[in-house]
């Protein structure tokens, strides 16, 4: 690790850095009081029945989320992307639990027919947590690191993350590929190059 000067953030301080990041942001996007934020982002529910968000506040949380885009200039195995991925999957569990207002924010940027047809049919089986995931994976995490084995690793993560949200069909009813589908393209998320040139 000396040698290609390689530091693993201990979980800690990742997810202090995910939390006061994601704080940050919803307080500039979302000019909603602090408090309630701060128990949004925490992880619980107790601070969240103290601090209820009305269905405004709702709505508008989960449009911030759907323009948020976090980059790590150095990400390594990809903890901070991953921490962001989980976190904002937990918010929007809070916020929107039958995904409807997500979905409605990830079609509109949508030009590809098939992509549309798997959001929906996603949609239509509640598979809500795939399609929360995929929404963050394309358009919000992004990661630089100089190490190729680091960056292919930040994939590997998020493409695993989104497997175990697919619900496979061994009973091949129909369903191309056990209903399982492709993987998104993660080469302009998760780039090899050194982000101080």
Not at 40 to 60: F, H
Not at 70 to 81: K, N, Q, V
């Amino acid at each position: 690790r000396k040698s290609t000067g390689s530091f693993y953030t201990p979980r800690e301080i990742v997810e202090y850095m995910v939390d006061s990041s994601l704080l940050e942001f919803l307080k500039n996007k979302t000019h909603i009081d602090e408090a309630k934020l701060k128990a949004l982002v925490s992880w619980g529910q107790a601070d969240d029945d103290e601090y209820p968000l009305t269905n405004n506040e709702k709505r508008i949380v989960v449009n911030a989320l759907a323009g948020l885009t976090i980059l790590d200039p150095a990400c390594g195995s990809g903890a901070f992307p991953i921490g962001i991925l989980q976190k904002v999957v937990y918010i929007l569990q809070q916020t929107d639990p039958n995904a409807e207002i997500w979905l409605e924010s990830q079609l509109k940027n949508i030009s590809s027919p098939e992509l549309r047809r798997n959001i929906r049919e996603k949609y239509a089986n509640k598979n809500y947590d795939w399609l929360r995931k995929l929404g963050v994976i394309r358009k919000s995490i992004f990661g630089i690191d100089i190490q190729e084995i680091a960056t292919e690793i930040s994939r590997l993560r998020c493409f695993l993350s989104l497997i175990i949200e697919e619900d496979v069909d061994d009973d091949n009813n129909g369903n191309h590929n056990r209903g399982v589908y492709p993987l998104p393209n993660l080469d302009f998320n998760f780039v090899t190059a050194n982000s101080l040139v």
